[in-house]
């Protein structure tokens, strides 16, 4: 028990000297300063902005300095964020970029709904008595600093022995009582006692200010906790997809180095087996051998059409020749039209390149069509888009078709989007745009 | 015949290598990527290279891209490109700088051994041998430059087995015709895609050119 209580005594005296403990004073101190200044200026642009906004002249004026008020906003927040990561070694990840929306008037209203940017506003309004206990708790720890080193001063730089008594003014932490005066030496230890009591305070006044601090840092300027569920999901799902991607690249290879590859060995030593027989060898060995060879021969065909539906060889190569092999087994006579600038991730790239199949594919199938065309493109947005068209009948419905539907749906796995048009007798247009990654 | 084989799985490198010392070739080098195989077509000046397609490092196209370096440094040494995929795109490159002493057959082709020898000697002679595959592949993809559109099936037929690279004779026993009858073909399509009487090797050449889309 006594042990305890010593050692609790123990960290609580001692805390002063440590590198936290500077550390969480100089974040009282610009944390503070701070934060009064965003307060104000802050306030003073919110009232101006709204005021003048109300009435009809100066709307214009008025929500432009809204505006500007709110991304000065996020420019505190970011402030802030760093001050704390730096002196607090509290990490909170920034809430999720401003995007601008298209046009004078959607750029505004995407500015005045930016959440992130009123959240950054309510922590500058909240920040105001926080700083005012930060600062008052900077001031003590300074004022505690003066004070234990009044007993040397006394000494070096007041009174030499023989010299006239001058006394000195001590300030008094606490804002009432007035400050004290000092006319001897030994009194000088009085006001030393009194500024390490100070820094005591302070240290873990500091500390308990800034805890609250912590915590308003975390929910008005980290980002909002749906927003950080959904970056991570997106995160999650890209890794995924490109973890299938690459899943089915690697089946595709083993079956080329594997499967495929004994095959045609041993289709190979069967010809080979078939040549050493002569022609008055027995005719039924020489029948086993060939129904054994063309069983070996359509296996490859079967494996060969399994393993172009889990990974056309030809991506690896990118999707133009991917896209001209496909073209050229088309039924219906389909030409390829390419310009792509960044290389898409392969699972793009296996998404865009399968939709090409289904699209032609359907085509075959429903439109009587007598010529595909195929484009694909990147756009400098980031965006590759392919088109398939063709010349036949339309009527081609995304809502009711299931090829079409699941396009869709392999599409809206990267947030691509996918539309169609088919209007009666045609032609047909189906676009498909994906993300350069997934 | 001297032959350089590339080709990375050591099962059909073995086959390959026996498949033809069988038949009385020489097989000079058996190497396993893309810059062995010009290393040893540079030190045994060979007649032919059977290339696999897909070799180390990145297992994609490297067995492609040795062989055009290949035709480049020694345009008299034929080219066998031999794999388990027919690409259109590798077609059209391997057939870019002209169709003599080229083939791409797919890997299974070598189960019928006497074609196969047969198709690699016709390359190695400056011949081609080209797959079935590839043909009905470049055939689509070269059907909507017309020209092409007025030949009777049948000269389609004769005209795409010349693009394998078949003689005159080889393609009458494959279509069960008589010799004449053959000639009769091939003089038609010569007149229907408008290439005029000259020595005929020349117009067979370019007949098969135009039929697979070259600028010929």
Redesign the interface.
């Known amino acids: 028990m006594a042990d305890d209580f010593r050692r609790v005594a123990g960290i609580i005296v001692r805390a002063p000297l440590t590198r936290r403990t500077v550390r969480e004073l100089l974040y009282c101190g610009f944390g503070g300063i701070a934060g009064v200044a965003g307060f104000w200026i802050t306030i003073v642009m919110l009232a101006f902005g709204l005021t003048i906004s109300v009435s009809v002249l100066g709307t214009v004026i008025g929500l432009l300095l809204l505006t500007l008020a709110l991304r000065l906003s996020r420019r505190l927040g970011a402030l802030h964020r760093r001050l704390a990561s730096w002196l607090l070694r509290y990490r909170v990840d920034a809430p999720p970029k401003f995007v601008p929306g298209t046009g004078i008037l959607g750029r505004l209203d995407k500015r005045l709904r930016d959440r992130a940017a009123w959240r950054a506003v309510s922590y500058s309004l909240v920040k105001l008595p926080v700083a005012a206990v930060q600062l008052y708790t900077a001031a003590t720890a300074c004022i505690g600093l003066v004070d234990i080193t009044y007993p040397v001063d006394w000494l070096i730089f007041r009174h030499h022995p023989g010299g006239p008594v001058r006394p000195m003014v001590a300030v008094n932490p606490v804002p009432f009582g007035g400050n004290f005066m000092i006319y001897s030496w030994p009194g000088t230890f009085l006001v030393a006692v009194v500024g390490a009591a100070c820094l005591l305070a302070a240290t873990w006044l500091a500390r308990a200010i800034n805890a609250g601090d912590r915590r308003l840092v975390r929910a008005l300027l980290g980002p909002s906790s749906m927003a950080e569920r959904v970056s991570e999901l997106e995160r999650t799902r890209t890794l995924a997809v490109e973890d299938s991607a690459a899943a089915l690249r690697r089946v595709e ?1 083993d079956l ?2 594997g499967a ?3 095959l ?2 041993l ?6 087996a ?2 050493k027989l002569d022609d008055d060898d027995d005719a039924t060995v020489r029948e086993l051998i060939d129904a054994a ?1 063309r069983n ?2 359509n296996a ?2 079967d494996l ?1 059409d399994l ?2 539906g889990i990974h056309p ?2 991506l ?2 990118g999707l ?2 991917a896209l ?2 496909l ?4 039924a219906i ?1 389909a ?1 390829v039209t390419a310009d792509i600038g960044t290389r898409p991730a392969p699972a793009i790239e296996t998404i865009a390149y399968f939709c090409a199949a289904e699209l032609i594919a359907n085509a075959t199938k429903h439109s009587y069509a007598n ?1 595909i065309t195929i484009n694909i493109h990147t756009e400098r947005s980031g965006v590759l888009r392919l088109e398939v068209t063709d010349d036949g009948i339309g009527g081609a419905d995304a809502a009711h078709g299931s090829g079409l539907t699941g396009l869709t749906q392999r599409v809206s796995t990267v947030d691509g989007r996918m539309t169609v048009s088919s209007p009666p007798g045609g032609p047909t247009t189906v676009t498909v745009e994906l993300p350069l990654k997934a | 015949m001297r032959v350089v084989i590339a080709e990375d799985a050591a099962l059909l490198r073995e086959g390959l290598t026996r498949l033809l010392q069988d038949r009385g070739h020489s097989v000079c080098a058996a190497v396993t990527d893309g810059d062995a195989l010009l290393t040893a077509v540079a030190e045994h000046q060979p007649d032919v290279a059977v290339v696999d397609i897909r070799m180390p490092p990145t297992h994609t196209d490297e067995g492609l891209r040795a062989a055009l370096a290949m035709r480049k440094a020694y345009p008299g040494t034929g080219v066998l490109m031999f794999s388990q995929y027919i690409e259109t795109s590798y077609s059209a490159q391997l057939l870019e700088g002209g169709a003599a002493g080229v083939g791409y057959l797919l890997k299974d082709r070598v189960a019928n051994v006497a074609e196969f020898a047969a198709a690699l000697e016709r390359v190695a002679g400056g011949g081609t041998a080209l797959d079935p595959e590839v043909v009905s592949q470049l055939f689509r993809a070269s059907r909507q430059r017309g020209g092409l559109a007025t030949l009777t099936p049948r000269e389609r037929q004769v005209l795409a087995l010349m693009a394998e690279g078949r003689s005159n004779s080889a393609i009458a026993t494959e279509l069960v015709v008589s010799g004449g009858a053959v000639e009769k073909h091939v003089a038609s399509i010569f007149t229907k895609l408008g290439l005029p009487p000259d020595e005929s090797d020349n117009r067979r050449v370019l007949a098969v050119l135009h039929y697979l889309g070259s600028p010929a």
């Not at chain 1, 289709?267 to 080979?272: D, Y």
């Not at chain 1, 073209?327 to 088309?330: L, W």
């Open positions: 290879r080329h180095d495929q590859m004994r045609a060995a289709a190979m030593n069967l010809g080979m078939r040549e060879q070996a021969m490859l065909a060969r393993a172009r060889p030809a690896d190569n133009p020749s001209a092999t073209a050229a087994s088309s006579p030409s010529q």
